[in-house]
T-cell receptor, first 113, second 114 residues
């Protein structure tokens, strides 16, 4: 099956700094990628849909200025958490669309201290 | 509204016994159904999917699931549980047409006891 790679697997950053998470489709081109957030012991919450060459579509309640998404190529989408705060600590998972289904990355554990 | 329900937060089963993790869904149109497993601090691992064809789907690690259209269910099963099957299991659905969005259930924690 298709492979999606997320980097880094875990990151610790200081409050107020920004951190970038990368999501790559390794063996296919993905015009559409997705970013999810998962709180402890909870399900995945879709944050935004990332479309190559255009602006991301954010779900209701997700701050687009805090969670910057860039999908500059057919194999790479990035999520930048700006001015991170401890409440942004979470597990972030990306997926990439390869019709007729999506394939998921291994996730990134973000801890803001 | 489209939704997925996993009615059990946790399922406990003895090693060697059969296991079932339940999932029901509500979508308009024909559903694409998926099961994923998640180990601590890891992403989702694909187990199996139903898109079309036989209602009984066989997947990775000996898991299988049966699509039941009349009951709108897609329960995950395994004939003989292993301790290593202990993990968090998610059911997900997307409609066959239109949106790319997946709707996830709340997850069921499976605990296999030695």
């Amino acid at each position: 099956g298709a492979v999606v790679s997320q980097h880094p697997s875990w990151v610790i950053c200081k409050s107020g700094t920004s951190v970038k998470i990368e999501c790559r489709s390794l063996d296919f081109q993905a015009t559409t990628m997705f970013w999810y957030r998962q709180f402890p012991k909870q399900s995945l919450m879709l944050m935004a849909t990332s479309n190559e060459g255009s602006k991301a579509t954010y779900e209701q309640g997700v701050e687009k200025d805090k969670f910057l998404i860039n999908h500059a190529s057919l194999t790479l989408s990035t999520l930048t958490v700006t001015s991170a705060h401890p409440e942004d600590s979470s597990f972030y998972i990306c997926s990439a669309w390869d019709s007729p289904e999506a394939f998921f990355g291994q996730g990134t554990r973000l801890t803001v201290v | 509204a489209q939704s997925v329900a996993q009615p059990e937060d946790q399922v406990n089963v003895a090693e060697g016994n059969p296991l079932t993790v339940k999932c029901t869904y509500s979508v308009s149109g024909n559903p694409y159904l998926f099961w994923y497993v998640q180990y601590p601090n890891r992403g989702l691992q694909f187990l199996l999917k139903y898109i079309t064809g036989d209602n009984l789907v066989k997947g990775s690690y000996g898991f299988e699931a049966e699509f039941n259209k009349s009951q709108t269910s897609f329960h995950l099963k395994k004939p003989s549980a292993l301790v290593s099957d202990s993990a968090l299991y998610f059911c997900a659905v997307k409609t066959a047409s239109g949106t790319y969005k997946y709707i996830f259930g709340t997850g069921t924690r499976l605990k296999v006891l030695a």
